[in-house]
């Protein structure tokens, strides 16, 4: 079974622009999660989305947004980017997002703002 | 505020040595527990989930669980030098929230 699939892999960005990642989950998996990891803060949940509902939301600004489609595709919207969202961007997929579901991990976008 | 607190290393065996990584969580209502392992640049890959109190083991690898200390760890026996990663702590107490993870611990195994 194919795993986490991000899009971009790689991105650079000036301040005040706007970027959308992509993640596809894992065949069968509902719920998707995002992450922010900088080397200071470690890994941060952003939001986490089930059946096209976003349930859960992280202590970040409104300029993070996303969306599930309904094959459970999902994308991260980050606008006005500011230098400090320079980060890797994980995207994790699970059967339903309970707590005792395995949160599998993408491989990340990595994201530079300039 | 759910913290989940890991000594961040980094933590130095030689090859061969059990590796003892340590991890605390302060809300008492969580639920489920997992380690993750992750290498330098890439993503973090699941090592093991623990959900009940008592000791977990997979191969080199057990999980201990205390929820009354709200301690969790993982040993690793026999370390090899592809153990050598930043080891996650990770916990989840509600259905739908996100992993809170610790910043973790980094491993340096040498051979």
């Known amino acids: 079974k194919a795993g986490v699939t991000q899009t971009p892999r790689y991105l650079i960005k000036t301040r005040g622009q706007q970027v959308t990642l992509s993640c596809s989950p894992i065949s069968g998996h509902r719920s998707v999660s995002w992450y922010q990891q900088t080397p200071g803060q470690g890994l941060q949940f952003l939001f986490e989305?089930?059946?096209?509902?976003?349930?859960n939301k992280g202590n970040f600004p409104g300029r993070f947004s996303g969306r599930q489609f309904s094959n459970s595709r999902s994308e991260m919207n980050v606008s006005t980017l500011e230098l400090g969202d320079s980060a890797l961007y994980l995207c994790?997929?699970?059967?339903?997002?309970?707590?005792?579901?395995?949160?599998?991990f993408g491989p990340g976008t990595r994201l530079t703002v300039l | 505020q759910k913290e989940v607190e890991q000594n961040s290393g980094p933590l130095s065996v030689p090859e061969g040595a059990i590796a003892s990584l340590n991890c605390t969580y302060s809300d008492r209502v969580s639920q489920s527990f997992f380690w993750y392992r992750q290498y330098s640049g890439k993503s973090p890959e699941l090592i093991m989930s623990i959900y009940s109190n008592g000791d977990k083991e997979d191969g080199r690898f057990t999980a201990q669980l205390n929820k009354a200390s709200q301690y969790v760890s993982l040993l690793i026996r026999d370390s090899q030098p592809s153990d050598s990663a930043t080891y996650l702590c990770?916990?989840?107490?509600?259905?739908?929230?996100?992993?809170?993870f610790g910043k973790g611990t980094t491993l340096s195994v040498s051979s």
């Open positions: 994790a997929s699970s059967l339903a997002g309970t707590t005792s579901d395995t949160q599998y």
């Open positions: 990770a916990v989840a107490y509600k259905a739908g929230t996100a992993l809170i």
């Open positions: 989305y089930f059946s096209e509902t976003q349930r």
